[in-house]
C-alpha cells in the first residue's frame, strides 16, 4: 500500500482518531472512513472496515491501494460528522466509491444489490442488544462541547438510527420465523 501521508506517531497519540482516504489505484474506486485511534498503534497498521474494501484488498493485493489522511478528530461524534460530510462530498462528486452508507445509516450505494448486501452485511454482524451502541452515543454527546442545537441534531439521529436497526431486526427475525 502506499502512503502518501505518513503522520508521526506523537501526532496520533494526541487525537482521537482520524478521518481516511484508501484508493484503488486500478479503478480509482474510493472508501472514506473513520477510526479511532488506540495509543500506539501505527498508521499503516490499519486498512480500512469496509467489508467491500477488504475484500478488494484480499482480491487484488494491497499494493493497489493508497492510504491518506483526510483529517483529524477530537472525539467520537467529531469523526461521526466529519466522516458522513466527506462521505456526502464523494458521492456529490461522482467518484466511484466503496462507501455503502455512514453511521446515522444514509445510505450511499449505487444498485439495490449493494444495498441489499449491506443490509444483509450489517443484520448479521450487529449485536441483537441493539440500543447498546445508540445508548453509549447519547451519553457521550450530552457532555461534549458542541452547541445544543447540534447536539439535538445529532441525538435526533442516533435515535432515528436506534429505530431503523429495531425495524430491520424485527422483519429480519419474522422472515425467518415464516421460513
Same mark, same amino acid.
Do not use: M
Given at each position: 500500500m502506499n502512503y502518501?501521508?505518513?503522520p508521526s506517531q506523537v501526532v496520533l497519540d494526541a487525537n482521537f482518531g482520524y478521518i481516511y482516504r484508501i484508493t484503488n489505484t486500478l479503478t480509482g474506486f474510493v472508501y472514506i472512513g473513520m477510526h =479511532?485511534?488506540?495509543? *500506539?498503534?501505527?498508521?499503516? &497498521?490499519?486498512?480500512g472496515s469496509g467489508? #467491500?474494501? =477488504? &475484500? !478488494? =484488498?484480499?482480491f487484488? *493485493? #494491497?499494493d493497489f491501494f @493508497?492510504? !491518506?489522511l483526510v483529517c483529524w478528530t477530537k472525539s467520537r461524534i467529531d469523526a461521526e460528522i466529519k466522516e458522513a460530510t466527506h462521505i456526502t462530498r464523494l458521492v456529490q462528486s461522482d467518484t466511484p466509491h466503496y462507501n455503502i452508507s455512514n453511521f446515522d *445509516?444514509?445510505?450511499y450505494a449505487t444498485t439495490p444489490e449493494q444495498i441489499q448486501a449491506m443490509t444483509a452485511f #450489517?443484520? @448479521?454482524h450487529e449485536s441483537w442488544n441493539f440500543l447498546t451502541p445508540q445508548r453509549y452515543r447519547l451519553q457521550s454527546i450530552t457532555s461534549s462541547d458542541l452547541p445544543d442545537a447540534d447536539i439535538f441534531d445529532v441525538q435526533l439521529r442516533i435515535i432515528e438510527e436506534a429505530i431503523a436497526l429495531k425495524t430491520a431486526r424485527q422483519i429480519l427475525k419474522r422472515s425467518i420465523a415464516a421460513g
Open positions: 502518501p501521508t505518513n =479511532q485511534h488506540v495509543k *500506539g498503534e501505527r498508521w499503516r &497498521d490499519y486498512l467489508f #467491500r474494501i =477488504q &475484500d !478488494e =484488498q484480499v487484488l *493485493g #494491497r @493508497s492510504k !491518506e *445509516g444514509a445510505l #450489517r443484520l @448479521s
